[in-house]
């Protein structure tokens, strides 16, 4: 059976080498190793989304990815989205929706809901209830969370113009 070795995980924009054996669960490798506590550890079987980065832009179970399924690909967490000072807009429109409770459930949700917006930048109800709908809430705060998708879209929409190298360019 092999043991630890160096592993160089891409982690919000930087490089961090962990030593671990291959097969270890991402999110431990996150929690533990990286001190990257956004992701929880809810069920541990892939079944309830609390522990949800991106990989690549595609929301992902870290408790059930290996260390060497993530390596080569770029991770993130809800660390890597915004700061107290400067919030992404999905983390603002779940603060302004007041769509937390525990709040356990949230660093998956906001994950999961930035990869939705990515996708497709207004969606209707059903499409924001059927990509959550694999992430639970034990709390029930769900009629506050599609509020929070449904205004983080408008965040995005609005700052999408000053992003926009076409629209720059137009008014040039
Ligand atoms: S802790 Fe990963 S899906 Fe529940
Ligand atoms: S706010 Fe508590 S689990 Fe969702």
Redesign the pocket.
Known sequence: MKGPAPLALKVNGATHVVSACPDTPL?YLLRNDLALNG??????????????VLLDGMPT????TTAKVALGHEITTLEGLGTRAALHPVQQAFIEEQAAQCGYCLS?MIMTTKALLERDPHPSIETIQRELSRN?CRCGTHVEIVRAVQLAAELLAQQKPAQDPAHKGACA
């Open positions: 999110l992701p929880k550890f809810g069920c541990g079987l892939g079944e309830c989304g609390a522990c949800t179970r870290a408790c059930v998956g639970l």
